[in-house]
């Protein structure tokens, strides 16, 4: 006869159970601690601070050297007559990063008050016109830039090495991040626009206009000078070319050099300073000093 066998549930011990409850635990719990890490690693990220205001930029690397501060009190004054939010950036903040991230400011006006030349050229390629900055220079910083001459050296004929980084217009044309908004350049340095090569590269970038001197210039003549066409600009609402001609009616050539203001291109002279521009698209702002805060943050005569 056969036998029936009796079929019994498995049977577990309860120290085998809690073991694989635990083991179910921990795995989960690394899963999900995975997928938080790779979420904060290449999921979305909280966008950045932007700021849907125009605003203009005195970028001052003259501020240690000629220092003038009635000079920065008197702009500034004009610029509060205008809608725009003024940002103030001394010596130290000009460095070879400050020039590539410009564009992520939506700035309608730049007053560069910066040291330039034109003394500097490559076999086969035009004169280039060079903006300082206050970043030391050295060989093993920012080298893909230095060997397409986006960067070069540059230093004042009474110093000694190591010199500063220099902004070439391969550098506007090609390491500048983003485009401008129809701003206008006003580059209050030496041989500005003795070539027009940075004049060009800043239109390509967006700029509206370029404005500076075919020479050499004293500090103390630019800065008079830039006042007379910020007025022009601002105060009566004159046209850049209008401005120009009536700055250098009231100012005249630089004594020394002779060197005049003029603008770039030809038909931007009909164009105004908007100083109620809206924005075509959002732009991301790193937060800078306001009006407020820029008489705090002016330098001072010793």
Not at 5 to 20: A, E, I, Q, T
Not at 271 to 290: D, H, W, Y
Request: charged residues 20%; proline residues 6%.
């Amino acid at each position: 006869m056969a036998t029936a066998k009796s079929r019994r549930k498995p049977r577990f011990k309860k120290h085998s159970l809690k073991r694989r409850l635990t083991y179910l635990l921990a795995a989960t719990t690394a899963i999900a601690l995975i997928g938080i890490l790779a979420y904060s690693t290449l999921g979305p990220r909280n966008p950045p601070f932007v700021d849907y205001t125009p605003a203009v930029a005195i970028v001052d690397h003259l501020s240690i050297q000629w220092p003038d501060q009635n000079f920065l009190q008197t702009i500034q004054t004009i610029l509060n007559e205008t809608s725009l939010k003024v940002e103030y950036y001394p010596n130290e903040d000009i460095t070879v990063d400050f020039y590539r991230k410009l564009p992520s400011h939506n700035y309608k006006l730049i007053i560069f008050r910066v040291h330039s030349t034109a003394e500097c050229s490559a076999e086969g390629q035009p004169p280039y016109v060079v903006f300082f900055t206050s970043e030391t220079y050295s060989t093993t910083k920012h080298v893909s830039e230095q060997l397409d001459m986006r960067l070069v050296y540059v230093n004042f004929p009474e110093n000694e090495p190591p010199g500063y980084f220099g902004i070439t217009p391969l550098f506007i044309e090609a390491s500048m991040e983003g485009r401008l908004n129809d701003t206008i350049i006003i580059s209050m340095g030496c041989d500005g626009l003795k070539e027009n090569t940075m004049a060009e590269a800043f239109v390509e970038k967006g700029a509206k206009a370029y404005i500076s001197w075919n020479g050499s210039v004293s500090a103390s003549h630019t800065d008079e000078a830039t006042t007379f066409l910020l007025r022009h600009l601002i105060t009566e609402n004159q046209t850049i070319k209008n401005a120009v001609k009536e700055t250098m009616n009231e100012v005249g050539p630089d004594p020394v050099d002779k060197s005049i203001l003029m603008f770039y291109p030809d038909k931007a002279g009909t164009s105004f300073l908007l100083v109620n521009a809206t924005i075509a698209a959002p732009t991301v702002r790193a937060a800078r000093k306001n009006n407020n805060e820029i008489s705090r943050a002016l330098p001072h005569h010793k």
